[in-house]
């Protein structure tokens, strides 16, 4: 996953709690902040709609109409408990037809149909059914139209979602009670008499104090995610083994907030003790890494601070609003090898890795530093062929600047490393006829000069094979001298060392027979003398 460039809205601004909502038109946002509510269009980042309610009747909550009532854009609640229908035909919330319910709303979800109203009590009712109340000219307290509570009375509601499973509907409640956070959840009815809450169970999450954050998310697999204040991130699922398991660890945060994005990622925006900055990051949850970053000026906020909706993200701090898209919610492990290398970090003596190698090479070519790149590729662990070759090649180009000579000592401690044999003849066949004669001279000079040690003489040895082996038709068939006299050096070479096995091997064997030969012992030898020791 992958964050896409930030953009500052112009016009949003204001240090209150800020809420974003899906818009009633595709390319549509809802802003909801404590005085106004405005449509943002996000090609063009510009607010189309503002509807303004005074000081002292602060904005609850406001979601798409979503076809429900006729000359309408969107439903906004506020003053606690007053619902109005909105459209562009005015500005002032007060202007607009609007129906006062008993109890203070926390929320409205829109639904086929008709709007589920959620108060903070945690029960629920249907607002086309409200309003007809009004149409019908209804008793407003007789109603059917408010189920039960489902909160207890010392639970304050902080968060809620609706889940659809396979068989019923359920909403998904975190609750403060006393020092301490719950999840409550209920099966929602919708019937013709009205909406039900039922099979209410609850379970705790935690102490309020240790949590810096926490999300919901709805979708396919809906799982719970929760930040603590020590840095580890849980996961629970919904509907599934109910168990809270340990997915990132983010310490030292502070301004801090996270959100569900994808059944497989989530978002943090925090800022660290000792930094002067604020930070964005996407978390992929299968991998536990982090999957894209991006800075933010600030992370201070009230309220929620980051939402994701319609393919953005959103993230409120210092009284701004910025966004920005995501793409890649399908990357696959390969895609995160190496995600946290800094490919321009230098570690001790030099040694890098492959991945940083990669970038760091070409540079060196370009600036023509050869010293530099030979100790790259001899202090690095696991250099790649390819690379050598490109090093070998840059070496023995016929236009190169580079004196072949001055260089030879270095390229024989590279000859003396262990490479993959396949890849490596793969990769020398790149290389020109011409090339592969001026190192086969190289490798038989060393041979000659016993520069060599006598446990890298195989290696050596190897070397002629692969680069004799590319070219082999061609530099047999050649009829000019130089690579005749080149072919000739070699098999010179590697005639007089075959001789000298033989003749080790012909050495060995005899030894091997001598160490195992026993003369035959007379016991009464017949010597053609005989000897006497006399007395004078």
């Not at 946002?29 to 510009?46: T, Y």
């Not at 406001?62 to 606690?80: E, G, H, L, M, P």
């Not at 968060?159 to 409550?184: F, H, M, P, R, T």
């Not at 959100?259 to 002067?276: I, P, Q, R, T, W």
Request: glycine share 6%; hydrophobic share 35%.
């Amino acid at each position: 996953m992958s964050l896409g460039p930030l953009t500052i809205l112009k016009g949003v601004g204001g240090r209150e709690a800020t809420k974003v909502m899906e818009g009633d038109e595709e390319g549509h946002i809802l802003i909801v902040q404590d005085s106004k509510v405005m449509v943002l269009k996000l090609s063009d980042a510009c607010i189309l709609q503002t509807w303004y309610s005074s000081s002292n009747q602060p904005i609850v909550t406001a979601r798409k109409n979503q076809d429900t009532f006729d000359n309408c854009s969107y439903i906004v609640v506020y003053d606690s408990k007053t619902v109005a229908k909105v459209n562009n035909l005015g500005s002032k919330l007060s202007a607009f037809e609007k129906k006062v319910l008993r109890k203070p709303v926390f929320d409205l979800r829109p639904m086929k149909g008709d709007h589920l109203v959620f108060f903070s009590d945690g029960s629920v009712g249907s607002l086309k059914a409200f309003f007809q109340e009004v149409d019908e000219e209804m008793d407003v307290d007789g109603g059917e139209s408010y189920c039960e509570p489902v909160l207890l009375e010392d639970e304050r509601l902080l968060q809620l979602e609706v889940i659809e499973d396979n068989v019923s509907s359920v909403a998904v409640y975190i609750v403060e009670k006393g020092k301490d956070l719950y999840i409550v959840r209920s099966r929602l009815g919708i019937e013709s008499e009205g909406s039900k809450l039922t099979s209410t169970a609850r379970k705790i999450i935690g102490g309020r104090a240790d949590v810096l954050s926490w999300d919901i998310y709805n979708g396919e697999d809906p799982y719970i995610i929760i930040w603590k204040k020590s840095g580890e991130i849980l996961h629970m699922d919904l509907f599934g083994s109910q168990s809270w398991r340990e997915v990132f660890k983010k310490p030292d945060c502070y301004d801090a907030e996270i959100a569900a994005v994808s059944d497989n990622h989530f978002a943090l925006m925090y800022s660290k003790h000792g930094e002067d900055k604020g930070s964005l990051d996407i978390i992929a949850i299968p991998f536990q890494v982090t999957s894209s970053e991006a800075n933010l000026k600030t992370t201070i906020h009230k309220g929620r601070g980051l939402y994701f909706v319609n393919g953005y993200m959103f993230a409120v701090g210092g009284g701004r609003i910025a966004f920005c898209s995501i793409s890649g919610l399908q990357k696959q492990l390969d895609q995160y090898l190496g995600v946290h290398l800094n490919l321009n970090e230098k570690r001790a003596e030099e040694s890098l890795t492959a991945l940083q190698l990669y970038s760091k090479l070409p540079s060196l070519y370009k600036k023509g530093d050869i010293d530099s790149i030979v100790s790259l590729l001899l202090n690095s662990v696991d250099v790649p062929e390819d690379l050598i070759v490109d090093y070998l090649d840059y070496l023995t180009e016929e236009k190169s600047s580079v004196k072949f000579d001055e260089h030879k000592e270095k390229l024989r401690e590279i000859f003396c490393r262990d490479y993959s044999e396949n890849v490596l003849i793969g990769e020398l066949s790149r290389l020109k006829m011409n090339q592969s004669l001026l190192l086969l001279e190289t490798v038989c000079s060393w041979l000659d000069e016993d520069t060599i040690e006598d446990k890298y003489e195989p290696r050596m040895l190897n070397w002629i094979e692969y680069l004799l082996g590319n070219n082999f038709v061609q530099t047999v068939l050649a009829k000019d001298e130089h690579t005749s006299s080149v072919v000739d050096r070699v098999y010179s070479k590697i005639s007089k060392i075959e001789k000298g096995l033989e003749t080790n091997s012909f050495l060995e064997a005899t030894l091997h027979t001598l160490s195992t030969f026993t003369p035959k012992t007379n016991n009464n030898p017949k010597l053609p003398y005989s000897i006497q020791i006399m007395d004078l």
